[in-house]
């Protein structure tokens, strides 16, 4: 989750954010070896007293400050698309999850699991004990099972929400009337945060998501116990 400082992305928790990271920075330094660039010419511009008096045009130089931001965007362009595909992707799903937008909280369901469905509120921040979150914990939490490639299939009743999870690369719209799919995956065990976010009302801030990310072996026990409740 964000903490303290943090300004850029959250670490990665799936391989699909650690390729976002990488994507990120990549066109990060592209971005500052172009702001330098024009910077430096801007300023030396700025303080130059002389001019040219004969010079109006310079074919070779107006080709090459043509075709090398073209060829820049390409390099852009190719690497977005590649992980915009990488990103539809879904492969073999281990198991498939239900995840419905509500004004304001978010429900789910289990449907390989003889549909095991509960509701997930954040904690009010009045009843909230010393080991939550303020605005980002919920009473009951996505449990998933780690290294595992799961498929989530999002809508929404009312408005349209957003089920966005930072560290793992997940943002995908919750649209009354439509089915959206997305697959991923989690690196590791732990506590992975988000919020809704699309603007979907007055107490759009108050719907974040959990996911518990823990052994698979757990994740079985964890459906027999609820199965049993
Ligand atoms: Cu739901 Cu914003």
């Not at 390409?74 to 999850?97: G, H, K, Q």
């Amino acid at each position: 989750m964000a903490t303290w400082k943090t300004l850029l992305l959250q670490d990665s928790a799936s391989p699909l954010m650690e390729q976002l990271s990488f994507f990120h920075d990549h066109t990060l330094m592209i971005l500052m070896i172009i702001t330098v660039l024009v910077g430096q010419l801007m300023l030396t511009l700025f303080f130059n007293k002389f001019s040219h008096r004969l010079l109006l045009e310079g074919q070779l130089i107006e080709v090459v400050w043509t075709i090398l931001p073209a060829l820049t965007l390409i390099f852009i362009a190719l690497p977005s698309l590649r992980l915009i595909y990488i990103i539809d992707e879904v492969n073999n799903p281990m198991i498939t999850i239900k995840s419905i937008g509500h004004q304001w909280y978010w429900s789910y369901e289990y449907s390989d699991f003889k549909n095991i469905e509960f509701d997930s509120y954040m904690i009010p921040t009045n009843s909230m004990n010393n080991y939550n979150f303020r605005l980002l914990d919920v009473d009951n939490r996505v449990v998933l099972p780690y290294e595992s490639q799961i498929r989530l299939i999002v809508t929404a009743t009312d408005v349209i929400h957003s089920w966005t999870i930072p560290a793992l690369g997940v943002k995908i719209d919750a649209t009354p009337g439509r089915l959206n799919q997305i697959s991923f995956s989690t690196n590791r065990t732990g506590l992975f945060y988000g919020q809704c976010s699309e603007i979907c009302g007055a107490n759009h801030s108050f719907m974040p998501i959990v996911i518990e990310s823990i052994s698979p072996k757990y994740f079985i026990k964890w459906i027999a116990k609820t199965l049993e409740s």
